[in-house]
């Protein structure tokens, strides 16, 4: 299942820079402290675009595991503990041939909450600027191992600063940067906390409390066939485990999908299938939400996300949720064979809140902020969205709304679709994505299968609601 946080480029590279150990933090090598389950440099790697991966600094016990898993290559300065300058000159000596018109990304291996999206979105004004394109951080300081260049300015830059006698020792980056003209560099603003680095005690902990879970979204077709379907399930759950996710979505109706006998498939494979999730949970280490469908009555179902924990995890209770808002829309009446759900249910995972939707849900707003005042930092939205003119477009519109509505993220799970699907049941368009609270589109997929990947920025959510508190601005409007 390709995913779209790693887009693979043949004009992009990265050279991380991780040597040397932290004088304020006793001694320890800050790219090797752990942040939300895995280590600093891990984090960075996640976040670099595929291409060469060259980090500069010891391989210690984990190199070998980081290359295997984001093909890393790891390389010394020479001398040792000669200064960042110095690492960085290595790390361009050290990269393969490379193609006309390569950008570098230069990052250091202490910004654990980098996003994929932000270093694409560096790289691509760096190439179409022809300029180095540097991060700011919240408080508007440059970020100097944050940044993106053009690999011929790069080498360039590196050749004027260098000591008569050869070799970059003991020289800062500041001393590069400073050979820029006004018109070769300019700045992105981070958002949240994407802009932190680790130096210090304080540093360290703040970065602790804004890294909230690595959530996947896991865009699947979902087959008439329960087996192909739960075989599937755990290709989907695998995946999102082996790229550290702490809990992966699954989209609405992945038992059967809409069209097919939802009463029969809740009374035959609903058990199994809820089986199968929990072990999936257990086996992988992760929380799963999926979409079933449970007896209801009258002959009827719930629309029902269930959420299973790993077998014994502190406060891994399954929980459930029943779709509340039921799709009689379009010439669509959801209500003929489903019952509808009354209760918002929220789930604690990471020191992140996460609130459940479901697909039609989507269109009424107050539901998104009743679970943001609950606390909700984003809401977990399985979607079968149903294909027709102008659906697209709404979908896109909807997300970013209640994202707006709520200062939530709104993480949405879309199935991919048949191609050759022609019937009227809802059968999904792709489209999954990852609005941020302000609205933006961070990441969206097309309608093939895949998967999405997402490190919840807690900073973020706290500056949005900051920066738009209509949370705290509702007031009770006069009934006609």
């Known amino acids: 299942m390709p995913s779209q946080e790693h887009e693979t480029t043949a004009t992009t590279t990265a050279i991380i820079l991780a040597g040397g150990a932290a004088s304020r933090l006793g001694g320890t090598d800050k790219t090797r402290l752990r942040i939300a389950g895995a280590t600093a440099l891990e984090r960075v790697l996640r976040a670099a675009p595929e291409g060469q991966r060259i980090v500069v600094g010891p391989d210690r016990d984990d190199g070998a595991a980081l290359s295997a898993r984001h093909g890393a290559r790891f390389v010394l300065e020479d001398p040792p503990r000669s200064g960042p300058l110095a690492a960085l000159a290595r790390g361009v000596s050290a990269l393969d041939e490379a ?3 390569t950008t570098v990304l230069v990052l250091g291996g202490d910004m654990p909450l980098l996003r994929s999206e932000t270093l694409a979105g560096l790289a691509a004004t760096s190439r179409s600027e022809q300029a180095v394109t540097a991060l700011a951080a919240a408080d508007g300081r440059v970020q100097f191992l944050c940044a993106a260049w053009p690999l011929e300015r790069l080498r360039h ?8 006698g050869g070799g970059w020792a003991d020289l800062s ?3 590069l940067y400073g050979r820029l003209g006004e018109d070769e560099m300019v700045t992105r603003r981070a958002s949240g906390a994407e802009g932190a680095d680790i130096d210090t005690p304080e540093a360290l902990e703040d970065v602790r409390r804004s890294a909230g879970p690595r959530i996947a979204l896991a865009q699947i077709e979902v087959s008439e066939d329960y087996e192909v379907t739960a075989e599937t399930v755990r290709r989907a759950v695998a995946e999102a485990a082996g790229a550290g996710a702490h809990l992966v979505v699954l989209p609405e109706a992945t038992l059967t999908p809409f069209g097919t006998d939802l009463r029969a498939a809740a009374e035959t494979h609903h058990p199994d299938f809820a089986r199968l999730i929990q072990e999936l949970a257990t086996r ?13 009555d009258a002959g009827r179902v719930h629309n029902t996300l269930i959420v299973r924990a790993p077998e014994g995890a502190p406060g891994g209770e399954a929980l459930e949720y029943r779709k509340i808002h039921l799709f009689d829309a379009y010439g669509t009446r959801e209500s003929d064979t489903v019952a509808p759900g009354d209760q918002l249910v929220t789930l604690e995972l990471g020191g992140a809140r996460l609130g459940l939707a479901t697909c039609y849900d989507v269109r009424f707003p107050e539901q998104f902020t009743a679970l943001a005042r609950r606390g909700a930092h984003a809401v977990l939205l399985p979607l079968a969205w149903a294909d027709g003119p102008t659906k697209s477009e709404q979908l896109r519109l909807l997300l970013q709304a209640r994202a707006l509505d709520s200062t939530t993220v709104v993480l949405a799970a879309d199935q991919a679709p048949p191609p050759e699907h022609r019937g009227r049941a809802p059968r999904g368009i792709g489209q999954s994505s990852v609005i941020g609270p302000l609205g933006q589109i961070r990441q969206e997929l097309g309608r093939e ?3 999405l990947l997402l490190d919840l920025d807690l900073a973020e959510l706290e500056a949005a609601r ?4 209509v949370l705290t601005h509702t007031v009770a409007l006069p009934e006609e």
């Open 173 to 175: 980056l500041r001393r």
């Open 157 to 164: 830059a590196l050749a004027e600063v260098e000591h008569s």
């Open 99 to 101: 193609a006309p018109g």
């Open 466 to 469: 900051e920066a738009l508190p």
């Open 284 to 296: 992988h280490d992760l929380v799963v939400v999926a979409g079933s469908f449970t007896p209801a």
């Open 449 to 451: 299968p895949g998967m």
